[in-house]
Protein backbone atom coordinates (compact mmCIF):
# COMPACT_ATOMS: atom_id res chain seq x y z
CA UNK A 1 0.00 0.00 0.00
CA UNK A 2 1.17 3.26 -0.90
CA UNK A 3 0.73 5.93 1.72
CA UNK A 4 -0.92 10.20 0.45
CA UNK A 5 1.34 12.60 1.22
CA UNK A 6 -0.56 16.15 1.66
CA UNK A 7 1.60 19.25 2.12
CA UNK A 8 0.58 22.17 4.54
CA UNK A 9 1.01 25.53 3.44
CA UNK A 10 2.68 26.47 5.61
CA UNK A 11 5.39 23.74 4.22
CA UNK A 12 4.96 24.55 0.62
CA UNK A 13 5.77 28.21 1.42
CA UNK A 14 9.07 27.30 3.13
CA UNK A 15 10.29 24.62 0.51
CA UNK A 16 9.27 27.62 -1.90
CA UNK A 17 12.03 30.20 -0.18
CA UNK A 18 14.66 27.40 -0.15
CA UNK A 19 16.88 27.00 -3.57
CA UNK A 20 15.70 25.05 -5.57
CA UNK A 21 17.92 22.21 -5.36
CA UNK A 22 17.26 21.73 -1.31
CA UNK A 23 13.76 21.95 -2.45
CA UNK A 24 13.67 19.47 -4.32
CA UNK A 25 16.02 17.07 -2.13
CA UNK A 26 13.05 17.43 0.44
CA UNK A 27 10.22 16.73 -2.17
CA UNK A 28 11.75 14.01 -3.24
CA UNK A 29 12.49 12.20 0.13
CA UNK A 30 8.78 12.95 1.00
CA UNK A 31 7.76 10.96 -1.77
CA UNK A 32 10.23 8.59 -1.63
CA UNK A 33 8.86 7.21 2.28
CA UNK A 34 5.52 6.97 0.70
CA UNK A 35 6.32 2.99 0.82
CA UNK A 36 7.20 2.47 4.36
CA UNK A 37 7.38 5.45 5.96
CA UNK A 38 8.59 4.25 9.25
CA UNK A 39 12.12 3.02 7.81
CA UNK A 40 12.93 6.89 7.63
CA UNK A 41 11.35 8.95 9.98
CA UNK A 42 11.50 8.77 13.81
CA UNK A 43 9.44 9.65 16.53
CA UNK A 44 9.77 12.61 18.42
CA UNK A 45 10.16 12.76 21.98
CA UNK A 46 7.22 13.17 23.90
CA UNK A 47 5.26 14.20 20.51
CA UNK A 48 2.45 12.76 18.08
CA UNK A 49 5.36 14.37 15.31
CA UNK A 50 7.94 12.24 13.75
CA UNK A 51 10.56 13.84 11.73
CA UNK A 52 12.58 12.80 8.69
CA UNK A 53 16.14 14.02 7.71
CA UNK A 54 16.85 15.35 4.13
CA UNK A 55 20.65 16.73 5.12
CA UNK A 56 21.06 19.80 7.36
CA UNK A 57 17.10 19.81 6.84
CA UNK A 58 14.16 18.71 8.92
CA UNK A 59 10.86 17.80 7.96
CA UNK A 60 8.04 17.26 10.37
CA UNK A 61 5.13 14.77 9.73
CA UNK A 62 2.19 14.12 10.92
CA UNK A 63 1.43 10.33 10.00
CA UNK A 64 -2.40 9.11 10.13
CA UNK A 65 -1.96 5.48 10.03
CA UNK A 66 -5.50 4.84 9.83
CA UNK A 67 -5.74 6.56 6.88
CA UNK A 68 -2.12 6.41 5.47
CA UNK A 69 -1.47 9.32 5.18
CA UNK A 70 1.41 11.97 5.60
CA UNK A 71 1.39 15.26 6.34
CA UNK A 72 3.69 17.42 5.92
CA UNK A 73 3.51 19.98 9.02
CA UNK A 74 6.85 22.00 8.81
CA UNK A 75 10.28 22.02 6.93
CA UNK A 76 12.97 24.21 8.35
CA UNK A 77 16.90 23.90 9.21
CA UNK A 78 17.88 21.36 11.97
CA UNK A 79 18.65 24.25 14.43
CA UNK A 80 15.76 26.15 14.03
CA UNK A 81 12.91 23.20 14.22
CA UNK A 82 13.13 21.46 17.46
CA UNK A 83 12.49 24.23 19.15
CA UNK A 84 9.20 24.35 18.06
CA UNK A 85 8.55 20.96 18.72
Known amino acids: MVWQVI ?3 KS ?4 EKL ?13 DCTENPFRV ?3 LTNS ?5 RVGN ?3 ILDLQQSKMIIFVVETDQRGNIYKKY
Not at 19 to 31: G, T
Open 48 to 52: RFYRL
Open 41 to 43: VMR
Open 57 to 59: YRV
Open 19 to 31: DKKNAQKIYDSVL
Open 12 to 15: VKQL
Open 7 to 9: WSE
